[in-house]
């Protein structure tokens, strides 16, 4: 796990995020750029949303998903299970910048309550065996074990998907791709718990 200090708040030397007053969704966009992670494009889309608005606290994971190097499951009861994962699918291909391509998506409910979700990613059949609790929750577990499914898969992306620890009374899970050092970059400077 990368653990974090306290949370970031305005930049100093080299674009590197300081303690001191808030993070706005402007400073967050050139953070994000000065570390590779988006491009200027992606930014002007979302701060012409957004503005220079505070990014509070617990809207940071939410800002990050905005600026697509973050991706989230929601754990809370769900009328449709099949959209749940395909909406997961379909985000983290964006996050990726289409470096994995999904296709195929299809879930299987077998009768034992053994489920299975299957699709092709980059070409190769991926199946994952899911459990659904009283069959209106997505398997947050089973995701957590098989995000790396979801990685680039070019030698040279080192960008993977590290879950971001949250309080377990948390509903939602969210994954960050990021290298091995943004994701120190943004342990330490924005807090996040990344493993």
Sequence with gaps: ???????????????????????????LAERLISLGMISTDTADRVLGFFGDGLVEDEDLLWALEEF????????????????????????????????????DVELTFGLDGADILRFTCN??????????????????????????DLDPPNADDHR????????????????????DEQALVLANEFDL???
């Design 1 to 27: 796990m990368i653990g974090g200090l306290q949370r970031a708040h305005r930049h100093g030397q080299d674009g590197q995020v300081t303690k001191a007053e808030q993070v706005t969704y402007a400073a």
């Design 68 to 103: 697509e190097v973050a991706v989230s499951i929601d754990g809370d009861k769900t009328d449709d299970l099949a959209a749940g994962y395909r909406s997961l699918l379909s985000a983290a291909t964006r996050c990726t910048g289409d470096a994995v391509a999904v296709d």
């Design 123 to 148: 070409g190769s059949v991926v199946q994952w065996s899911l459990e659904h609790r009283s069959g209106r929750h997505l398997d947050l577990m089973t995701v957590w074990e098989n995000i790396d």
């Design 160 to 179: 993977r998907f590290w879950p971001i620890e949250r309080d377990e009374s948390e509903i939602t899970d969210y994954y960050v791709l990021a290298t």
């Design 193 to 195: 718990r990344l493993y």
